[in-house]
């Protein structure tokens, strides 16, 4: 007869083991893997999880009938194995942006953070690392820069200010507007460019805008040289992340007040 209590201890302690890290593993937001450093990026492990971002089973790409390196987008792959490199020779952590094809033909971005499994004679046996799929959070990006560009360059002066009436954007147009450059108008408030601005004012008009949401009036903003423009301005209130701020769309009448004076005139 023997005494076989502490293997079964062992035993249960390591099937309670494998059995959290399969859970760890199926809640990850994405997928964990450990694989060889090599240009198929030959998989040792891949948690499940890669079924739904790819739409291959992790079988697949443990039994070598599919490689990791045929998933990545043939233009990206270079980039890939590139900064992968440059991290494993600097011995630090790579984080990485790259687009990979499903089983379906669907073009994903994918976010890679990894590591470099060195052996003691400090050569490169493995990498463990997590895959994210940040396709949503790209495409929200790419929209947001597109549209940066083009209220950058759009024809009409655009600048945006806060309650303390501090302007914090101001795009190409409004610059060459007020012949200040974007880092002078950024250090500036209202009442430094509008020539009709009284301290009393403001509060009301704060309310107005935060109650209507737009207000459209004609008033005269003074030039970095001292001139004075009259402009059309269209402004509108929002809240974003917290940030109460205001918007003014601001177009130069000086030909149509020129107009309207000879028009006077007969």
């Known amino acids: 007869v023997v005494n076989i209590t502490g293997i079964k201890q062992t035993e249960v302690a390591l099937a309670e083991s494998q059995r959290q890290m399969s859970t760890l ?15 198929n990026w030959t998989m040792e492990f891949i948690s499940k999880a890669c079924q739904e971002l790819s739409g291959y089973a992790d079988e697949e790409f ?4 599919l490689s990791w390196n045929e998933v990545i987008c043939p233009d990206d792959r270079q980039y890939v194995w590139d900064e992968i490199q440059n991290a494993l020779a600097q011995g630090t952590v790579y984080r990485i942006e790259y687009r990979i094809r499903t089983r379906d033909g669907q073009e994903k971005w994918v ?28 495409k929200i ?17 655009i600048y945006w ?13 409004a610059c060459r507007l007020l012949g200040y450059n974007r880092d002078e108008l950024l250090k500036m408030k209202i009442e430094d460019i509008d020539a009709r601005y009284r301290t009393e004012d403001w509060p ?18 003074r030039r970095k040289d001292g001139r004075i ?18 918007c003014a769309y601001a177009r130069d009448i000086s030909d149509r007040k020129k107009y309207q004076d000879a028009l006077d005139i007969f």
């Open 229 to 246: 423009l009259p402009l059309e301005i269209s402004s509108f209130f929002m809240e974003y992340e917290g940030r109460q701020l205001g």
């Open 141 to 157: 990006k790419q929209t947001l820069e597109l549209t940066q560009r083009t209220v950058d360059y759009a024809a009409d002066a």
């Open 161 to 173: 200010f806060n309650q303390d009436r501090r302007i914090v954007y101001a795009n190409d147009a």
């Open 204 to 221: 009301a008009f704060w309310e107005e805008i935060k109650v209507q949401r737009t207000r459209h009036v004609e008033t005269v903003h």
């Open 111 to 138: 976010w890679e953070q990894g590591c470099g499994i060195f052996n003691d004679a400090g050569q490169v046996v493995a990498l463990e690392g997590l895959i994210i799929d940040v396709s949503i959070r790209k």
């Open 62 to 65: 443990q039994s070598g009938v």
């Open 25 to 39: 593993l199926g809640n990850l937001p994405g997928i964990a893997f450990r694989c060889k450093n090599d240009h």
